[in-house]
């Protein structure tokens, strides 16, 4: 099979998923417990009369296989539809604004921060195997590791706003405050991500770390490595040369897995910290059983995964002839 | 191979879910038919609502104290979703505790007992049907005379203390962390901050700073709406009621004051309403308001079908407007709440408002304009929201703050330390019963008892008309209103700060004057409640600790009426001759004929008429099927593609 078959075959496929997606998107929500026309009238006191209305307004009063054809219509035309809980909004400016802009930084920046830690710490740990800094290291990432990240969060916002004062305790920007230019803006975004960054830093350290400390000692187990002792090369040399660029590869796909996490956010970190993101808001729609924000926040989350993982896998078969022979 | 078999499972299967759903969801046609009960004894479940933590206590409290009159009430915490759709769609609860929530004036009377209430949605749950309640309860909505009407609610009230559909326990009080500094807010039913607290709004103001002082709050979450006809939830309606006006206001005895309206008439009819506006309001874009707003809004309201507000709007039947400042609204019926109503419907700028559409999404860069004390600044989506006050607010030297933010801080811990820390000033909801010993003891807030009123959320315990005989059985449910020590509830489920209810229009809320020094209550008294179960025949004839089902009364003709009320016992008779057979005279006998014929004839009326109806109906849904085409075209295609690429791979 030619390599022009290989990319048409997996558009396809692709294709294929997100239609799948689609589908079981409407019915994942449909068949969990739940009214949604509950969410449409919000208030427990809102007259009869009145809900009725807005029930009818939404069209949940028609039979669910209609709604779905009218879904699937619609998506086709380009449309999410608007929000039950916040009447008026499209789904679309919803997802893609702001919210979306602060989970990526949010995610971006502590995974990249965890990243980094994890493979420093990770090779020092591979090193020194078995002494007291590897244990100590161990210890404290299986810590972190099993720690439940809202606790972690909790006891952080206690530390550093309310006993320290050192930051702010929710939100992503200082409340009711103009900032004079784009500098002071930047220095309060910052100064608000802190502690949620540190929180999913910590939380996501753990795992890398693990990870890389283990694949480095994997490598020292390869041939080269005797042979790099051979040929007398300083320890700095065979640790950084060899071990970790061979070591950071498997990291690297890790890494690309993860990369689902930029778009779906941290839903208990952005929860504790007021963080407005789109973790929080899939943890408001679920609660609000707001249909179509949480039907758009997934088909645009599986389009998303479909794309990156067809554009790795066309990457990697442009450059690796193996994968093109074994489809 | 293996893995496509199984995926082309998977789809077949969904497909087959999306149909099964779907059948399950079209409801059955008509009312479903009572199953008769196989209870053998008085064991019931009792459901609660799992997040709130006052609804889970006392139910817990409960099942306890009921134990002691031979009763199992098992407390069952659940989900808003499963508890919710069953109350709304499904019917067939047993027995729940939680709160409904008041307004501020007694409103929530007529839709829980109105028999036109049992219904998909509707608020009579319980299905209490009573056509003389029904009777009283039109009556009183109809009664312009306060105190002839109070007198109605307090018999209506003790009708429904003699069949209790639910019985009232308390109200769970707001008491609010707000930092010491702070004065000047309104303790008021329903809380020093609530949309109908306004003057609150108006008078709060910093220790050191009678005038310009900038207020924050926390939200748990983001308003809903900007648009002030939908912005009825909680959290929409307080920054609502800051930008927009309302005719009259609640003073804190809940009373009406004047609010936009300095004055207003009602005649003796009561099919004239006569408000005199105060003459120097702006609206927040300096355009003079007028009665010629005031008839804009309700207009508007009724031309536009809008489903709030319908029982005052559709008892409206035209506005006129005398002079600039002079508003007549000419109603189709008296309607006792109407000036109550009014507190609800907030006033809207014609020249904004004339070409828009009842649910227009008011895009908040378009600044919403109202006439309210607070004009709107600046926002960020999802974040805060910043009002400025309103330097030409039409009474004079208000308000007193400067500025008001609205902060959205999710978690509720984190809402507790940032009015600990002061970075935020108080929340817009009440303490969580976690945060009470807490914020007790916290110097930096006012003491509690100063923020401390009664609440709006009455929590009460209902029971389901429909199924149990033994829950339609007075005698069953007046032995667990003995049975319950409500003060022990509120000590119990949230420390203290609770009100008992014994009524179901509370004067601890309503105001004084709902006061009924006769009313029917039920004060704690256990040896009563089991003396009451034991003459009804409930007997734990078992031994286990639970009351056994009465034996049925013996009927020795097996006509199915009692011996006790069978005046031929041993005779199989008709029940309209006391159960005995019975003569009929023929000319009776005619007489019923023609009532049965001139029945018929009215009946084959109705049926034309929902004929016509039907035809109607089935017009309209061919214009949505042609839209369905569109849709099933789509569908169709998809199905094909997937089917086609899944024959293809092999």
Not at chain 1, 273 to 284: A, C, E, K, P
Not at chain 2, 588 to 608: G, P
């Amino acid at each position: 099979m030619g390599f022009k078959e290989y990319v048409g075959k997996r558009t396809l496929q692709g294709f294929v998923t997100i239609l799948l997606a689609i589908t079981l998107n409407f019915i994942l929500f449909r068949i969990m417990p739940g009214d949604p026309t509950r969410a449409v009238s919000g208030d427990p006191r809102v007259d009869t009369a009145t809900r009725l209305a807005l029930i009818a307004k939404f069209g949940l009063d028609r039979p669910l296989f209609e709604q779905f054809v009218l879904y699937f219509y619609n998506l086709l035309r380009g449309e999410m539809g608007i929000s039950f809980v916040q009447i008026g909004r499209p789904v679309v400016s919803i997802i893609l604004g702001r919210k979306m802009v602060n989970t990526l930084v949010l995610m971006g920046s502590s995974m990249f921060l965890a990243f980094i830690l994890g493979i420093a710490v990770g090779v020092v740990a591979a090193w020194r195997r078995g002494t007291k800094t590897d244990v100590s290291f161990v210890l404290l990432s299986l810590a972190t590791y099993s720690m439940p990240v809202f606790w972690f969060g909790m006891l952080l916002l206690m530390l550093l706003s309310y006993h320290l004062h050192l930051v702010p305790i929710a939100g992503t920007i200082t409340a009711g405050v103009a900032h004079p230019n784009f500098l002071a803006y930047a220095a309060d975004y910052l100064h608000h991500l802190i502690a949620p960054m540190m929180t999913l830093a910590v939380s996501f350290f753990g795992g890398y770390f693990l990870f890389m400390r283990d694949t480095i000692l994997d490598v020292f187990t390869e041939d080269y490595m005797l042979t790099a002792r051979a040929k007398g090369l300083s320890d700095r040399k065979i640790l950084f040369k060899h071990a970790m660029r061979n070591a950071l590869l498997p990291m690297v796909s890790l890494m690309g897995v993860h990369v689902t996490f930029l778009i779906s956010g941290a839903t208990l970190t952005e929860t504790v910290f007021s963080w407005d993101g789109l973790g929080r808001l899939i943890y408001d729609s679920v609660r609000n059983n707001d249909y179509p924000v949480l039907q758009g926040i997934f088909l645009i989350m599986a389009v998303l995964v479909v794309i990156a993982s067809i554009s790795a896998d066309i990457a990697n078969a442009y450059l690796d002839p193996r994968i093109k022979e074994a489809a | 191979m293996q893995l496509k078999k199984i995926s082309s499972l998977t789809i077949a299967l969904l497909i087959a879910i999306t149909f099964a759903v779907n059948l399950i969801s079209f409801p059955a046609s008509g009312q479903v038919i009572a199953p008769l009960s196989d209870k053998e004894e008085l064991s019931f479940e009792m459901w609660t609502l799992d997040w709130d933590t006052i609804s889970v206590d006392a139910g817990d409290v409960i099942e306890q104290m009921l134990r002691q009159i031979g009763i199992r009430m098992k407390a069952i915490p659940l989900s808003d979703e499963v508890l919710y759709d069953n109350l709304d769609l499904e019917h067939d609860y047993e027995v729940y505790e939680m709160s409904g929530g008041y307004d501020p004036y007694p409103s929530h009377i007529t839709p829980r007992f109105h028999s036109s209430e049992i219904m998909d949605y509707g608020s009579n749950d319980w299905a209490y049907d009573n056509p003389e309640i029904d009777a009283l309860l039109d009556q009183a909505n109809r009664e312009l005379d306060f105190e002839t009407r109070t007198e109605i609610l307090w018999e209506i009230q003790d009708i429904i203390a003699e069949d209790f559909p639910y019985i009232p326990l308390f109200t769970s009080d707001d008491v609010h962390a707000i930092r010491k500094e702070w004065t000047g807010y309104v303790c008021m039913p329903g809380g020093i901050f609530n949309w109908y607290n306004r003057l609150t709004t108006i008078n709060l103001q910093h220790e050191d700073m009678e005038y310009g002082a900038d207020f924050v709050m926390a939200y748990p979450s983001y308003i809903r709406y900007y648009n002030p006809i939908m912005g009825t939830d909680g959290r929409s309606a307080l920054v609502v009621s800051m930008v927009y006006d309302d005719l009259v206001a609640y003073d804190a005895d809940m009373n009406l004051t004047p609010w936009l309206a300095k004055d207003w008439t009602v005649s003796s009819d009561g099919l004239t309403i006569t408000f005199y506006l105060v003459e120097d309001a702006m609206w927040h874009d300096d355009v003079p308001l007028t009665s010629e707003d005031v008839k804009f809004t309700i207009d508007f309201y009724k031309e536009q079908d809008v489903p709030y507000d319908v029982p005052l709007m559709s008892r409206i039947d035209f506005v006129e407007t005398d002079g600039d400042y002079t508003v007549i609204v000419h109603m189709a019926e008296p309607y006792a709440w109407a000036v109550n109503d009014f507190e609800d419907v907030p006033i809207m700028p014609k020249h904004i408002w004339e070409d828009k559409a009842w649910d227009w999404a008011v895009h908040p860069d378009m600044m919403p304009i109202g006439s309210g004390p607070f004009k709107w600044d600046s926002y960020l989506d999802g974040e805060w929201i910043k009002l400025v006050a309103n330097e030409d607010f039409w009474m004079e030297g208000y308000p007193h703050l400067g500025s008001f933010t609205v902060r959205v801080i999710s978690e509720s811990s984190a809402r507790y330390l940032a009015i600990s820390t002061g970075e935020v000033h108080s929340e817009r909801y009440e303490l969580d019963t976690g945060f009470i010993d807490m914020a007790a003891e916290d110097p930096n807030l006012a003491p509690l008892e100063d923020t401390w009123c009664v609440g709006m959320w009455d929590y009460y315990i209902a029971f389901n008309q429909r199924y149990e005989p033994a829950l339609q059985d007075p005698v069953v449910k007046k032995a667990i209103a003995y049975a319950i020590d409500k003060q022990q509830l509120v000590d119990i489920a949230r420390l203290g700060y609770g009100t008992v209810t014994d009524t179901y229009i509370p004067s601890a809320f309503f105001g004084p004057a709902y006061e009924n020094p006769d009313a029917t209550t039920y004060e704690y008294n256990v040896f009563l409640a089991n003396q009451m179960l034991d003459a009804a025949g409930y007997l734990d004839i078992d031994a286990d600790g639970i009351r056994e089902m009465p034996a049925p009364a013996p009927d020795s003709d097996g006509d199915g009426i009692p011996d006790t009320l069978d005046a031929c016992p041993q005779v199989p008779g008709l029940p309209e001759y006391g159960g005995c057979p019975g003569e009929v005279e023929t000319i009776e006998e005619l007489e019923d004929l023609i009532d049965a014929l001139s029945a018929t004839v009215s009946e084959t009326q109705t049926m034309v008429t929902e004929l016509e109806g039907e035809m109607e109906t089935m017009k309209a849904q061919l214009n949505s099927s042609l839209n369905m085409s569109y849709g099933l075209g789509a569908v169709a295609l998809i199905v094909a593609i997937i089917a086609i690429y899944f024959g293809m791979r092999k």
